[in-house]
Structures are given as structure tokens and as C-alpha cells.
């Protein structure tokens, strides 16, 4: 634990990626395989199922500290994070002792908090703050509320594994795929040059791809390039492996049960396959809005009426895996044309192929791009024919050319603080439009901004404060922003009445008038243009 403590201190403390990447390497070097096990899985985004609800931790954290949970709120009000408030409010700990190792710590005190009752709970939560030093009480609270924000991507983990195992960093980032158990034993064989992984359900790696950032003929010869629509759904891989079918997200989260039509479809695929494509809503031929899919994400219970009102096809774009084989060396018009026959065979149509958009020129396609939005996707994917399949977002190979956003002149209307660096900023804001003489709350957006904007921003939210609602904060309707987004919908869990998708910042509006700023009229009249174009 001790070792680990010194490693998130070390992270924590540097921007420098290659400053964190010598930090996890002498980590992994020296920490005890079953130690370095559950790094990997802290720091690459895994999580336990939570064992403490905020609540609880906020008031026996006020509790131990001796002080009102109303002056405890206002501190974690003040710093922003949840953990780091709980260790700087507690009494001053012990100097750094010896601790037990971290897999004993998490076997021993984190796993068993799920099973007790909250006398246990708290047993467990002062003994522990007791023992430990600031700095480990922050760590301790990290792996309780799983925030371990540290700057550290998971590629990062990914190349520091590689350079101490002296693998690729595709090999290593496919073994960290799918399901898994932190232990001593999968550690020494995430590291080994002869693992072979028996896990049939495992998914490849997500080859992603870069937005273009010129024109497309800077791409050279049209010839070289496949293009498909960009879709709007869920990236996903369906893998067929003895007699079974599996589906994971991009996020490496297993949805096998939550999409049973395309489990079913997926019995009709030749064993020892793996297709890369899109879950998408689909009916009568036509790709539906994002909002449809969103009914039925999340659900415990899909029921028929559920399914029949939200349907779904897996349009599939790459061919991974073949007769047991990993295929994702050979180039693109390999896999296409082996993807081609392999669907052939397959019955139904919940499974199907992704069209290819045919072209004679870069002129040609920017006119076929331009009709995006009717069609209801996204913009071009521009593929390179002799391309392998990769790993993660190298660039060259792989393009996304995606339409120009829809966007709307908002107001600022309330603010929040951020997490991580930015607790301590009002970074997470609220925007309006007219809706007559009053605003009505339109979107939330977090990203956009300059760091110099951000720290105007929250400078001008702790000086024009009208309303408090909890962490919310309420402000003078006086800054307007250009909003962009990537679609619009109607949603009844909305009060202007629509929902957008991916909203940011684009652009602050100084040169704007907040009664200048756009009607939801005009909202709601570019939804329609929307709608009439699908």
C-alpha cells in the first residue's frame, strides 16, 4: 500500500507524460506481481462495484473529523473532491509506518465493505484514516469513490507495461482486454512472451480514428481510400468463440444480454470469428436517432414493447478475427472482401455490412459528405486500403470527416465546480435560451474553453452569484456562448423540450448581448429541419 501510495504521489505530481511513464515503469518493476495486478486494474479504469455511498462517507468523515456536516459540505463544496476533502478534513494522521501490502489492503478492508452493515463500514473507515498518513488517506478514499484521476491514460499504462516486458504495446493492450482478475497470475502472464489467452470472450483492441484536419486531397490518390458513413450509434465487436456469442463496447463493457436479437443473430456466424461495427437503431431500412437507442440503454428488464419500439442492427465494417485466426495484419481490402463473403452466409439481417460509398473524386465525395445529416449519420469514414487494422488512434491510416456541428448562441446561466485539477473552478456550466422574456436551461457543456477563459469565467461566477442550490450557483444572465453539437432530438425529461448530443463550448460571444443570444424557436425550428431531413 505504501508503495502505491508513493506511485499516485508521483504521478500526481508531474504533467509530464514521460515523467508518469518512469514513474509506472519502476512501479511495475519493482512492485510484487500481486501488488502490480490491481494497479493495473485502478489505473486503467476498472472499478469495484461502490461499497460506501457518498452520503455515508461524507457524514462518518464528519463524524471522525468532529465537525457538522453542514461545515463539512461547505469544505467539500470548497476543494471539489470528495476524497481529498475527507483527508484534509480529518485530524492529523501519523507519520508514514509500514502498511500491508496493497492486495492485502483491498482483499482485507476495501472487497469486504460490500458485505457489512454501516457499523462495520465505519469500523473499517476510521481504523483505516487512523492508520494512515494524509497522503494514504487521500489514496484510501481514491479506491473507495474510484475517482483515480491522475492524468494517466490508459495507453500510458499500456506502453509503460510494454517497455517493462519489452512486448509491443498491441500485445499488451489485447491481453487488457475483456474480463479479468487482478492476481499475481495474471500479472506474470499479462508480462510473458508465451501467454496465449484462453479467454474466449475476449475482444480485440479499438482501432480508432484521427479527424481530418485538411482537405481530403492532401490524401493523395482517391483510389487508395475506402470511404463508409460515419454512424452514430455503439462501437462494438460481436465474437463468436466456442458455440458462443459475445458483444463488448468500445468501453470493454459486456452487453451480450442487452442486445438478445443480435446474441441470437450472432449463433448464425462460423465459429472463431470477430466483427468490428455499429450497434445502431434501424428500422425499415433507415438508421433512427440516437435518442431511440437511448431507451433501452441501461434497462434491468427489456421488455417486448421495448424492443419492438427501439430495434437494432449490427452493421458490421472489419473482419478481426476468421477461422481462429487474428486477421488484422492483413490490409483492408483483404478483410473487406473476407468480410463480404462471410456475411453472405448469414441468415437474417440483424447482422449486415456496412455500405461502401463509391466515388470517382475527392470533389465527389465532399457533395456525397454534405448529405450527411439527411441521412442521419455522422459525416465520411476514409479508410486506406493497404491499412492493417491498429491499435488505438494511430494517426495516417484511419480519418474521420465529419459534418460541420449544429450550434446555438446560449447564456451562462448556472455553474458548478469541476473534478480532479479543476475542483477548485467553476468549470461545469449551464446554458439557456429565450423563451419569451425568461431562459430556459438548453444544455451542459465542460469543454471548449481556454485555460485563461476558464479562469474568467469562474472569476466572473464568484462575483455576479444570485442563487446557491447546493454546489450550484446561479448567475447574473450575462455571458453568451456559441454552442455546438452533433444532433438534436426531442426529450420529454427536458424542460426546453430537446435533448443534444456531444454539446461544447465553440466559442465565447463577446461580441454578443445576452438579449442577442438565440429563442428556443429557433431551437425548436432547427429540430424540425432536422426531422424533415431524416
Known amino acids: 500500500?505504501?508503495?502505491?501510495?508513493?506511485?499516485?504521489?508521483?504521478?500526481?505530481?508531474?504533467?509530464?507524460?514521460?515523467?508518469?511513464?518512469?514513474?509506472?515503469?519502476?512501479?511495475?518493476?519493482?512492485?510484487?506481481?500481486?501488488?502490480?495486478?490491481?494497479?493495473?486494474?485502478?489505473?486503467?479504469?476498472?472499478?469495484?462495484?461502490?461499497?460506501?455511498?457518498?452520503?455515508?462517507?461524507?457524514?462518518?468523515?464528519?463524524?471522525?473529523?468532529?465537525?457538522?456536516?453542514?461545515?463539512?459540505?461547505?469544505?467539500?463544496?470548497?476543494?471539489?473532491?470528495?476524497?481529498?476533502?475527507?483527508?484534509?478534513?480529518?485530524?492529523?494522521?501519523?507519520?508514514?509506518?509500514?502498511?500491508?501490502?496493497?492486495?492485502?489492503?483491498?482483499?482485507?478492508?476495501?472487497?469486504?465493505?460490500?458485505?457489512?452493515?454501516?457499523?462495520?463500514?465505519?469500523?473499517?473507515?476510521?481504523?483505516?484514516?487512523?492508520?494512515?498518513?494524509?497522503?494514504?488517506?487521500?489514496?484510501?478514499?481514491?479506491?473507495?469513490?474510484?475517482?483515480?484521476?491522475?492524468?494517466?491514460?490508459?495507453?500510458?499504462?499500456?506502453?509503460?507495461?510494454?517497455?517493462?516486458?519489452?512486448?509491443?504495446?498491441?500485445?499488451?493492450?489485447?491481453?487488457?482486454?475483456?474480463?479479468?482478475?487482478?492476481?499475481?497470475?495474471?500479472?506474470?502472464?499479462?508480462?510473458?512472451p508465451e501467454t496465449a489467452s484462453s479467454v474466449i470472450s475476449q475482444p480485440y483492441p479499438f482501432f480508432l480514428a484521427h479527424p481530418l484536419e485538411g482537405p481530403p486531397a492532401e490524401l493523395g490518390e482517391p483510389g487508395d481510400w475506402q470511404a463508409e458513413w460515419k454512424w452514430d450509434g455503439i462501437r462494438a465487436q460481436i465474437v463468436r468463440r466456442g458455440g458462443k456469442a459475445f458483444i463488448w463496447s468500445r468501453g470493454e463493457e459486456l452487453m451480450t444480454d442487452r442486445f438478445p436479437e443480435l446474441t441470437g443473430a450472432a449463433q448464425s456466424l462460423p465459429d472463431g470469428c470477430v466483427l468490428d461495427g455499429e450497434i445502431l437503431p434501424w428500422k425499415d431500412g433507415h438508421v433512427l436517432p440516437f435518442a431511440v437507442l437511448q431507451t433501452r440503454i441501461g434497462r434491468k428488464s427489456l421488455t417486448r414493447a421495448v424492443l419492438q419500439h427501439?430495434?437494432?442492427?449490427?452493421?458490421?465494417?472489419?473482419?478481426?478475427?476468421?477461422?481462429?485466426?487474428?486477421?488484422?495484419?492483413?490490409?483492408?481490402?483483404?478483410?473487406?472482401?473476407?468480410?463480404?463473403e462471410l456475411l453472405h452466409e448469414v441468415e437474417g439481417d440483424r447482422i449486415t455490412l456496412s455500405p461502401v460509398i463509391s466515388f470517382a473524386d475527392w470533389k465527389e465525395l465532399e457533395r456525397i459528405r454534405a448529405t450527411s445529416r439527411d441521412r442521419g449519420v455522422e459525416g465520411v469514414?476514409?479508410?486506406?486500403?493497404?491499412?492493417?487494422?491498429?491499435?488505438?488512434?494511430?494517426?495516417?491510416?484511419?480519418?474521420?470527416?465529419?459534418?460541420?456541428?449544429?450550434?446555438?448562441?446560449?447564456?451562462?446561466?448556472?455553474?458548478?465546480?469541476?473534478?480532479?485539477?479543476?475542483?477548485?473552478?467553476?468549470?461545469?456550466?449551464?446554458?439557456?435560451?429565450?423563451?419569451?422574456?425568461?431562459?430556459?436551461?438548453?444544455?451542459?457543456?465542460?469543454?471548449?474553453?481556454?485555460?485563461?477563459?476558464?479562469r474568467e469565467v469562474d472569476a466572473f461566477v464568484r462575483r455576479n452569484t444570485v442563487e446557491r442550490f447546493g454546489p450550484v450557483r446561479a448567475v447574473r444572465p450575462e455571458l453568451v456562448f456559441e454552442l455546438a453539437f452533433e444532433g438534436i432530438q426531442r426529450s420529454t425529461r427536458h424542460r426546453s423540450g430537446v435533448a443534444v448530443r456531444f454539446p461544447r463550448m465553440a466559442r465565447w460571444r463577446r461580441d454578443k448581448r445576452p438579449a442577442e443570444a438565440d429563442t428556443l424557436q429557433t431551437v425548436l425550428a432547427l429540430l424540425e429541419r432536422t426531422e424533415a431531413g431524416r
Open 1 to 192: 500500500m505504501k508503495r502505491f501510495q508513493e506511485l499516485f504521489a508521483a504521478l500526481d505530481s508531474t504533467n509530464r507524460t514521460g515523467g508518469k511513464q518512469a514513474a509506472l515503469v519502476e512501479y511495475f518493476r519493482e512492485a510484487p506481481p500481486e501488488d502490480a495486478a490491481w494497479a493495473v486494474f485502478f489505473l486503467t479504469g476498472r472499478k469495484l462495484r461502490q461499497s460506501v455511498t457518498s452520503t455515508e462517507l461524507r457524514r462518518l468523515a464528519a463524524e471522525e473529523a468532529g465537525i457538522p456536516e453542514w461545515l463539512f459540505e461547505e469544505c467539500y463544496d470548497a476543494v471539489g473532491d470528495l476524497a481529498e476533502t475527507v483527508a484534509l478534513a480529518l485530524p492529523p494522521g501519523p507519520e508514514d509506518g509500514p502498511l500491508p501490502p496493497l492486495h492485502v489492503w483491498v482483499h482485507e478492508r476495501l472487497l469486504p465493505l460490500r458485505e457489512m452493515d454501516e457499523n462495520g463500514r465505519r469500523a473499517v473507515l476510521t481504523q483505516s484514516w487512523r492508520e494512515l498518513s494524509p497522503q494514504g488517506r487521500f489514496v484510501w478514499n481514491k479506491l473507495i469513490t474510484g475517482g483515480m484521476r491522475l492524468g494517466v491514460s490508459r495507453q500510458l499504462v499500456v506502453r509503460a507495461l510494454a517497455e517493462v516486458s519489452g512486448l509491443a504495446p498491441g500485445i499488451i493492450a489485447h491481453r487488457l482486454m475483456g474480463e479479468w482478475e487482478p492476481s499475481a497470475e495474471f500479472f506474470r502472464e499479462l508480462l510473458s
Open 310 to 340: 427501439a430495434p437494432v442492427v449490427f452493421l458490421a465494417f472489419d473482419l478481426l478475427e476468421m477461422e481462429g485466426r487474428d486477421v488484422r495484419e492483413n490490409p483492408l481490402r483483404w478483410r473487406r472482401r473476407a468480410l463480404e
Open 381 to 454: 469514414m476514409l479508410k486506406r486500403l493497404d491499412s492493417a487494422y491498429g491499435v488505438g488512434r494511430p494517426r495516417g491510416d484511419w480519418w474521420k470527416w465529419k459534418i460541420e456541428p449544429l450550434s446555438v448562441d446560449c447564456v451562462l446561466m448556472y455553474a458548478q465546480r469541476g473534478h480532479g485539477r479543476r475542483a477548485s473552478l467553476y468549470t461545469d456550466y449551464t446554458f439557456g435560451v429565450w423563451d419569451g422574456d425568461r431562459l430556459v436551461p438548453f444544455a451542459k457543456a465542460y469543454s471548449g474553453l481556454t485555460d485563461e477563459e476558464i
